[in-house]
């Protein structure tokens, strides 16, 4: 028997079976002392920063080789600190003047620089570093107390990730050669690091509340992302046991394979179309490999994401353009930037919210700044010559915001238009349906959008007011609730009232036991993880939709919660 099993959320499906490698930052705290000898503190002070520039080297030769040269560039930037003698200087001084440990002399004069930066509040790049001055000081820290920070990018053999959280910026650094899956103590289905590890193809689980308390480096896990548990040092035969279930998983994804240029059609001859979600160009391949038949929601955010500065004109052109020009011809949805909420850019720093996710976010910034608005409807409308570009906009509430956000888009296509820029001239304007206040008016909106895309992570979050990335209201993630599936039809019926279609794009879009009842409803497009692609076209070959509108009628007028609507499914579909 295992020593310990972990239950959590299934985040991303798979079966990992590696040892532990513990992504926890080790105690750094430390008692103030009086030193007598002041030139051994300043050795080992200068000791400290040395080891910690040599660490750094390494780290960055290997996030190089393994991630690029923009994901290293910020070991560039902590090895710059470190080597500015105005810092060490300063440090230096205080143990001599004060005859204070190496320690309580570089928490002292580090906290000065912190406080400083951090107080320009009007300069971002100052900002930033702060943060860095904080992770070098955590290092020279490390150092001076002879603990080990963790590292991942130095990961070199294969290993079960476990952390607290991790943030997006976390997940990308993951490298899928080394890291088989990944575990952690607070998160959701549907926060964004659980998404990325389904893009990713990283087995994981989240919300488990104890993982970095009951595991210890190095211990044997059994990761299964497919039910959202791990077993800590399993027998023998657990480990035999679950090698079985991975390879009968490898399997099971072979025979989904063969279905990649199959055409999606239910069983009584209905099409449906289906497509991926991606974060970034790089995700191309999954969607082709996955026979996508369109991209159903490219979240744009992640380009700002994964650069150092607000990415130009030119550059989010070029990125737009690989994408569309990859799908040769079928339909892209871009959705202008999404930041706020769990999504930050170092280098615009949001106000401090109580509640961020009811915050400013998405399209709230974007018409608040539309300088960055601008430039990203610009680089978009030069993309859309290149195939079949359709946008969207997230978190709109009010037609207003959606009346304002189209107003902009069509100065900026004026402009290009006047200057002689080839733009096509068929680009779909839509909207997220994400917030209930824009679901119910969807008889309104459906009158001026061409299109909707239900994203039931956000709709879910605001209709049950359950914070999306808090495992504590996790049981709040409802997605067959009949309240929900009841907006879901009135928004679809809105749209083919008015002539319009309506995608979703949420997690519900690729959820087994949700697929039928909105295949029975009408959805006309469902965007998910690449990874998920054949497998819901091997079901939705098998379902008839006609019984399927009458079983979500069902659902919808019979059944009074999530669990009824569940067995409901699993009764008449997967008996
Ligand atoms: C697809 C959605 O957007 P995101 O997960 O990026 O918030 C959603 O809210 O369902
Ligand atoms: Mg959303």
Redesign the pocket.
């Known amino acids: 028997m295992a020593e310990k099993v972990l239950k959590g959320i299934a985040a991303s499906d798979g079966i990992a079976i590696a040892k532990a490698y513990m992504l926890v930052d080790p105690d750094l705290s430390f008692e103030k002392t009086t030193v007598a000898n002041v030139d051994a503190e300043v050795k080992r002070l200068h000791d400290a920063f040395d080891a910690s520039k040599a660490e750094l080297q390494v780290i960055k030769d290997k996030a190089v080789e393994n991630l690029g040269e923009e994901e290293a560039e910020v070991f560039e930037a902590h090895i710059t600190i470190l080597s500015d003698p105005e810092m060490l200087g300063q440090i230096e001084t205080k143990i001599k003047d004060d005859k204070v440990n190496a320690e309580e002399a570089l928490k002292e004069v580090t906290d000065t620089f912190i406080s400083m930066f951090e107080a320009m509040t009007d300069n971002a790049y100052m900002q930033e570093r702060a943060g860095d001055i904080r992770d070098v000081t955590k290092r020279v820290m490390s150092h001076l107390l002879g603990v080990t920070l963790p590292s991942p990018a130095l990961i070199n053999s294969e290993v079960v990730v476990v952390a607290h959280d991790l943030t997006p910026s976390d997940t990308a650094q993951l490298d899928r050669k080394y890291v088989k899956g990944f575990i952690t103590d607070i998160g959701g289905r549907?926060s964004?690091s659980a998404?990325m590890s389904r893009t990713l193809e990283i087995p994981a689980v989240v919300g488990s509340e104890t993982a970095t308390t009951d595991i210890a480096e190095g211990d044997t896990i059994v990761l299964d992302g497919i039910n959202g548990s791990a077993l800590v040092k399993p027998s023998d035969a657990e480990k035999a046991d679950y090698q079985q279930k991975a390879k009968d998983f490898v399997e099971q994804k072979a025979e989904w394979a063969k279905l990649k240029n199959e055409a999606t059609v239910s069983k009584d001859g209905k099409h449906f179309e289906l497509a991926s979600?991606i974060g970034t160009p790089d995700d191309m391949q999954g969607v082709l490999d996955a026979g996508s038949e369109a991209i159903g929601?490219f979240?744009s955010e992640f380009l700002y994401m994964n650069s150092a500065e607000l990415p130009d004109e030119d550059t989010q052109f070029e990125a737009y353009k690989k994408v569309v020009e990859g799908m040769q011809g079928k339909p892209v949805i871009v959705r202008t930037m999404?930041i706020g909420?769990d999504k930050h850019l170092p280098y615009l720093p949001l106000p401090d919210e109580m509640n961020p996710f009811l915050g400013y976010r998405a399209i709230r910034i974007s018409l608040d700044r539309d300088d960055i608005f601008r430039t990203q409807l610009r680089a978009l409308l030069r993309a859309s010559h290149y195939g079949q570009l359709r946008i969207m906009f997230?978190m709109i509430a009010t037609l207003d915001e959606f009346r304002q956000a189209k107003h902009i888009f069509e100065e900026e296509k004026a402009k290009l238009v006047a200057a002689g820029t080839p733009v096509a001239d068929d680009i779909k304007l839509g909207i997220?349906i994400?917030i209930p206040a824009a679901a119910i008016l969807a008889d309104q909106f459906a009158k001026e959008v061409d299109f909707f895309s239900i994203?039931?992570?956000?709709?879910i979050q605001y209709s049950f007011a359950a914070d999306r990335g808090n495992e504590h209201v996790s049981y709040l993630y409802q997605p067959y609730n009949p309240s929900l599936l009841r907006l879901i039809k009135h928004v679809i019926d809105a749209a083919h009232a008015n002539g319009k279609f309506t995608g979703m794009?949420?997690?519900v879009a690729g959820d087994q036991i949700a697929v039928p009842l909105l295949m029975g409803l009408g959805l006309d497009e469902f965007s998910m993880s690449a990874t998920s692609v054949l497998k819901t076209r091997s079901l939705m070959k098998k379902i008839d939709t006609t019984e399927m509108a009458k079983l979500a009628d069902k659902a919808i007028n019979e059944c009074v919660t999530n669990e009824e609507v569940k067995e409901l499914v699993e009764k008449n579909v997967f008996n």
Do not use: A, S, Y
């Open positions: 549907t964004h998404i979600n929601l979240r999404d909420g997230p997220m994400e994203g039931t992570n956000d709709l794009c949420g997690e």
